[in-house]
């Protein structure tokens, strides 16, 4: 199964292609930290980032938008 907006892995930015590189703002739901990240857009609406997990230990309880 795979997440229909976006998904928290490692990204290799070195590897990837260059060309849709774009800013994800994401928020932890459980203690409100906000990170700013650049991602990478596949073409289908998938966006990859490095970021894992949050200072609280929460890895999945996000509110993930993109910046464009
Ligand atoms: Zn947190």
Redesign the pocket.
């Known amino acids: 199964m795979r997440p229909e907006s976006v998904t928290l892995q490692e990204a290799d930015n070195d590897v990837l292609m260059p060309s849709g590189r774009i800013k994800i703002h994401i928020r ?1 739901r ?4 906000v990170f700013i990240l650049r991602g990478i857009r596949d073409g289908r609406g998938h966006v990859e980032t490095g970021f894992r997990r ?5 890895d999945r309880e996000f509110d993930i938008e993109t910046l464009g």
């Not at 459980?30 to 930290?33: I, P």
């Not at 949050?54 to 929460?58: E, Q, R, S, W």
């Open positions: 932890c459980k203690c409100g930290e949050c200072l609280c230990d929460n």
